[in-house]
């Protein structure tokens, strides 16, 4: 009940801006900036239901399989790194440089060896995500109260059991804000590689409608890659707020 009322709260300006938006943009002439009733009608023709499993879908799939595989290597290698922190800082200059290196100057690279399909743009999706879990992982690890280790050293507890009832509880709050940021990523990213990839997605329809010069085609486009963001945020909070409610009642 509680989400449910903070999700109507956080909802009233957009839904002020866009009656803003409907009524300003009601008598407007210019084809560039078409009136927000005509986009909504084209909205629903467009994207219910064939654009959904033509575009939408797809889109959708890479973001998740690409969104997942960074989760796995970000946390994993995370873990590792923040246990071994030798390694790590050996390491650190070379992760400094990956992370820094943009994902889109990657593209041409990506595109010679796995080609403009549906490889190249989950590994991608992936490659750009993972920085942000991975580095968050680390730094939650790092973070492990002394005592805590101590007490696990006087009850002999496994590796696996400190990483299973220690780091990875006291690292969870920081993977995940570093799993938010990911997700934020991996849409965009996704944008990118559709437009210069193979035919499909959500990515690919706004440039092609763009191209076409078919406005309100592309207005819908962006429109539904909004509302896909939101609900991927809305759905990563709500798992956040039931997998973590025992931070948030300790910090209540």
Known sequence: MKTLKNLAWELWLPIVLVIIWLVLSAGSSSFYFPPLADIMHDFGKVWFFNGIVQDLLPSLGRILLGFVIALLVGIIGGILLGLLRRIEEALRPVLELLRSTPG????????LFLGLGQEMKVFMIALACSWPVLLNTIDGVRSVEPVLLQVARSYRLT??????????PNASPQIFAGGRLALAIATVVMVVTEMIGSPGGVGYFVLSTQRN???LGMW??????????????????LAENRILRWHHLKNA
């Open 104 to 111: 889109v100057a990657l593209l041409p690279i990506a595109t």
């Open 159 to 168: 590796l696996w059991q400190r990483i299973r009832f220690i780091y990875i």
């Open 213 to 215: 010069f078919d406005l």
């Open 220 to 237: 819908t486009g962006i429109i539904m890659l909004g509302l896909l963001g939101y609900l991927l945020n809305l759905a990563f909070r």
